[in-house]
């Protein structure tokens, strides 16, 4: 099966904290995306990591890929209550291809 | 900013009846895909499209459903006889080989 998966399932934090969501996947990969969807709405796209990429930064988002361990991991520094949210890994085989998304983390901020 | 567009935001259809769902992608973008979220469960990939043809498509993706792009700029999914089971929120996405940008979605409801 080609399906990531993650962790935790769910997260819950207080303002001001550091959250940490992890995926893996099975195969082998061109590029590892995240993103994030709020309640019955659409998703958003956060971050792209090529599979030649050890670390990314975008803001308080910080994304590692470990190729060798078929893991990546999404941390979002000094959380705020609208960063809560489901947040998705997906990944691509090649350029232009589909993504094949994790189960994803529901993650609370609470204020 | 760009941004793919979906209509409508929610449907409600007769089992058996037939859905088209809309979409605008992102006007220079050549990669267009569907996905089907049902409710409180992963993002599945539906098909993918490029060159006016289908380059990937999933085990969901029967005879009962076809995508057509009618013109230069709409993309649909139509699904014929609907079941129970199709209830979910369709998303369409476009890409330019790169990052996948998702629409709001269409709330699909069988009764």
């Known amino acids: 099966s080609q399906q990531g998966e993650e962790d935790p399932q769910a997260l819950s934090i207080q303002e001001g904290e550091n959250a940490t969501m992890n995926c893996s996947y099975k195969?082998?990969?061109?590029?590892l995306q995240w993103y994030r969807q709020n309640s019955g709405r659409g998703l958003v796209h956060l971050i792209l990591?090529?599979?030649?990429?050890r670390e990314k930064h975008s803001g308080r988002l910080r994304v590692t890929l470990d190729t060798s361990k078929k893991s990546s991991s999404l941390l979002i520094t000094a959380s705020r209550a609208a960063d809560t949210a489901s947040y998705f890994c997906?990944?691509?085989?090649?350029?232009?291809?589909?993504?094949?998304f994790g189960a994803g983390t529901i993650l609370r901020v609470k204020s | 900013e760009p941004e793919v567009t979906q209509t409508p935001s929610h449907q409600v259809t007769q089992m058996g009846q037939e859905v088209i769902l809309r979409c605008v992608p992102i006007?220079?973008?050549?990669?267009f895909y569907w996905y089907r979220q049902i409710l409180g469960q992963k993002v599945e990939f539906l098909v993918s499209?490029?060159?006016?043809?289908?380059?990937?498509k999933s085990e969901i993706f029967d005879d009962q459903f076809s995508v057509e792009r009618p013109d230069g700029s709409n993309f649909t999914l139509k699904i014929r006889s609907t079941k129970l089971e199709d209830s979910a929120m369709y998303f369409c996405?476009?890409?330019?080989?790169?990052?996948?940008?998702f629409g709001q979605g269409t709330r699909l409801t069988v009764v």
């Open positions: 996405a476009s890409s330019d080989a790169r990052v996948a940008f």
């Open positions: 195969t082998s990969i061109n590029n």
């Open positions: 990591i090529r599979s030649n990429e």
């Open positions: 997906a990944f691509g085989m090649e350029y232009g291809n589909k993504l094949v």
């Open positions: 006007s220079n973008h050549l990669y």
């Open positions: 499209f490029y060159n006016n043809e289908i380059s990937e």
